[in-house]
């Protein structure tokens, strides 16, 4: 039995398939590019095996393993629409995430951006392209009032109906016995504001 299958692979014509191969007609179409996209693959091969960077986060295993404790405090933020307060469980959880999470990144996004600049230049000049990095690259241009702008059209379009007044509020939480229970008053964000 096996020596069919071996025999019957040995007898397969591939080279109908190695003719249309992609590198093949990469080469014969642009000599630079495909020497361009051969060597971005090794480096990220190399990055990633030899220095434990991880390009792509479904290699970032620590990311997917071990307990995630989360007695400690959690930022909830509150959205009040025309003086009323939004109750985002009516909403699906990608309603809710644009509500909360969109509102929460933006307000932390000065420190993260820095965090990870600082963390791509420390692994990146391990192959020398640090040097090729700029700070401004890392950082977000948009302002508050453009946030805002863009956060009432998308908050309008999830609701369904106009906003004609908005005010966003940061509270402290902390989970017992399987609630969330609020821990400080909240406190009003600025940032986003209409």
Do not use: C
């Amino acid at each position: 039995m096996s020596i069919d299958l071996i025999s019957m692979l040995h007898n397969i014509d591939i080279s109908p398939y190695i003719s249309d191969m992609f590198l093949k007609e990469l080469w014969q179409h642009n000599k630079k590019a495909t020497i361009f996209f051969l060597l971005f693959i090794a480096s990220w091969i190399y990055i990633n095996y030899k220095k434990g960077a991880v390009a792509a986060p479904m290699f970032q295993y620590g990311m997917y393993a071990g307990k995630f404790y989360s007695t400690d405090t959690q930022h909830v933020i509150k959205v009040y629409v025309n003086d009323q307060p939004l109750d985002v469980t009516q909403y699906s959880m990608v309603d809710r995430d644009m509500m909360q999470i969109s509102a929460q990144d933006y307000l932390r996004s000065d420190t993260v951006n820095k965090v990870i600049y600082a963390v791509m230049k420390r692994i990146l000049s391990k192959v020398a392209l640090g040097k090729l990095m700029h700070e401004e690259d890392y950082t977000n241009q948009i302002t508050d009032k453009k946030l805002t702008e863009w956060y009432v059209k998308i908050l309008e379009k999830i609701i369904g109906y106009p906003v004609k007044k908005l005010e966003l509020y940061d509270q402290e939480y902390v989970l017992q016995n399987g609630r969330l229970k609020p821990i400080s008053a909240p406190l009003k964000l600025d940032h986003i504001a209409y």
